[in-house]
């Protein structure tokens, strides 16, 4: 054992709860940022050796149009920056974005429709068959399209979607600042639902809208107390867009985001928290403190569903000099 394998300090029987307190989260969250990052660094080598960074491309198959009224959204029918016009994609374009996405050195694919919840028809049909073609190309898949019916999730389930992503986006107590459209219950219901029916969940949610550290806290209270905990957990920071009722929120200060990044490393140890949107505000140093804080996947790609993500040339350039290893050195070192 080496002086620094981190298995000498800390077991995997420790780090694995469910039973967290609101008041041990907010301590973990504020207490000085060199010890934080020192238990992150604890609990993350400890939980995933080798430190290896997820790619995850993303894709946004509906866009635009959706009647939900989330404050933070430019997809919203609510917000004036809606950003409808582009017919759905069809099946085969999605499926050949997969394939470069997986060129590329991605090994998950996300796809999101701006939908209140999935209906079925046509396009749910078609999201089958994009959720197949994306397995045979031996990719994750991953989808967010809203609320869903138990017959829905199964369906899902048996053309082998890997995760579905539906976030809890903030606290109970901050949410309906956020959005009235759909009650928290409702989203807890969904995810139930795509638990029940053997698909893994995708849950975090996004700060910088406004939300005190308290809210933050709770946030992460409830993912570190289900039970399994969710396995994928994006982390956004609000991309602040024109016309969305958040537009002049001011952008987080990056160390934020390592907080929040390393306090859900903490609580969720074998948990992928995923340092989602809002990378292009975080500045390399900052991006590469989350890496180190705890954050083992970045969406791959120039494009988020509607807003920029840094260049994937960029990409591999922080990743290098992270020193962090992803798919894409096996074809290029
Ligand atoms: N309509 C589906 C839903 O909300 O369940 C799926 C798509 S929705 C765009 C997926 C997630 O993206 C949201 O839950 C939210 O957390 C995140 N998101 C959307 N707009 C964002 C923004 N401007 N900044 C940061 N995150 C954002
Ligand atoms: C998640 O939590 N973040 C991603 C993914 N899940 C679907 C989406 C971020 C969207 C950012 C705003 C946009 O590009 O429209
Ligand atoms: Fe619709 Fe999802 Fe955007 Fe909310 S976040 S407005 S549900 S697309």
């Not at 997820?54 to 919203?76: F, H, I, M, N, R």
């Not at 759909?182 to 139930?192: A, G, P």
Request: charged letters at 20%.
């Amino acid at each position: 054992m080496t002086l620094l394998d981190a298995k000498s300090y800390v077991s995997e029987e420790q780090i694995l709860r469910h039973d967290w307190t609101l008041n041990e989260v907010k301590e973990l969250l504020q207490q000085p940022l060199m010890d934080l990052l020192w238990q992150a660094q604890l609990v993350h080598r400890t939980a995933n050796p080798g430190y290896k960074v997820q790619l995850a491309s993303l894709l946004s198959v509906k866009t635009g149009g959706c009647q939900e009224d989330c404050a933070y959204c430019p997809q919203s029918i609510h917000n004036s920056s809606d950003v409808s016009g582009q017919p759905d994609l069809d099946v085969q374009p999605v499926l050949d974005r997969a394939k470069a996405a997986r060129d590329a050195g991605a090994d998950r694919f996300c796809m999101g429709w701006a939908w209140r919840e999935i209906r079925d028809g046509q396009s749910f049909e078609s999201m089958l068959a994009m959720v197949r073609g994306v397995r045979e190309l031996g990719l994750e898949a991953c989808v967010t399209a809203g609320m869903l019916t138990n017959e829905q999730a199964s369906r899902l389930a048996d053309a082998g979607l890997t995760a579905y992503n539906h976030n809890l986006d903030t606290s109970p107590e901050h949410y309906e600042k956020i959005i009235t459209t759909r009650t928290y219950q409702e989203r807890l219901e969904t995810l139930h639902r795509v638990r029940a029916a053997g698909i893994t969940i995708c849950c975090g949610g996004i700060i910088g809208m406004g939300e005190s550290i308290a809210d933050r806290a709770s946030l992460l209270r409830i993912l570190a107390t289900m039970s399994p905990h969710p396995e994928s957990v994006p982390i956004n920071s609000l991309v602040a867009v024109e016309g969305t009722q958040l537009e002049d929120v001011a952008a987080v200060d990056p160390l934020e985001m390592v907080r929040m990044v390393a306090t859900a490393r903490i609580l969720m140890p074998f948990s992928r928290v995923r340092l989602s949107a809002g990378r292009e505000q975080l500045g390399r140093e900052g991006q590469i403190l989350c890496l180190q804080a705890g954050a083992d996947s970045i969406f791959y790609g120039d494009t988020l569903l509607t807003t920029s993500n840094p260049e994937v040339l960029a990409d591999r350039e922080l990743l290098s000099q992270a020193g962090v290893k992803a798919n894409w050195k096996l074809s290029n070192s």
